[in-house]
């Protein structure tokens, strides 16, 4: 029951919005784009994402 819960909340967030322009408002540059997406964990697979959300 956790794991199905968790994967619903799981995708939800994912739907909500790009985290990285909420994070970095609208005037960014690329590389600090790449970082904050390789900081955040957004450059991994689906599957290492949610299991480190869980």
Known sequence: MFLVVGFIAFERFSYVGYPVTVMLGMNYTETQ????????????PSFVQYGKFV
């Open 33 to 44: 784009r790449v970082a904050l997406v390789a900081q955040i964990g957004l450059d991994q």
